[in-house]
Nanobody, 123 residues
């Protein structure tokens, strides 16, 4: 069984940066796509960014494009989300998730989830 551990959140000011990490253990996920989602009490879970297993194609949702960057360290089975120029609107609990298919912005398509890490951006 795949286990995902996400970390790196915190309390920052607008304009600051954070790097989130997602470490996979257990079953091999080398061919899986890994995505980041975020969720608040007011909004449903939304897709943030993703990276495919084969080919390492990357995808970003419009609100974060140009500010966030997703990357992978395959040797360490780790996916990162570098978040720059953070805005208060980015405040949410961030989750990494893995899918056996290609990256798609639908949470139901992801089989494995981390516990989530809180990102809070003050104005």
């Amino acid at each position: 069984q795949v286990q995902l551990t996400d970390s790196g959140g915190g309390l920052v000011q607008a304009g600051d940066s954070l790097r989130l990490s997602c470490v996979a253990s257990g079953q091999s996920v080398g061919g899986f796509g890994v995505g980041w989602f975020r969720q608040t009490l007011e909004k449903e879970r939304e897709f943030v960014a993703g990276i495919n297993g084969p080919g390492n194609q990357v995808y970003y949702n419009d609100p974060v494009r140009g500010r966030f960057k997703i990357s992978k360290d395959s040797a360490r089975n780790t996916v990162f989300l570098q978040m720059n120029s953070l805005k208060p609107e980015d405040t949410a609990k961030y989750y990494c998730a893995a899918t056996r298919g290609v990256i798609i912005p639908l949470p139901a398509r992801y089989e494995y989830w981390g516990q989530g890490t809180q990102v809070t951006v003050s104005s």
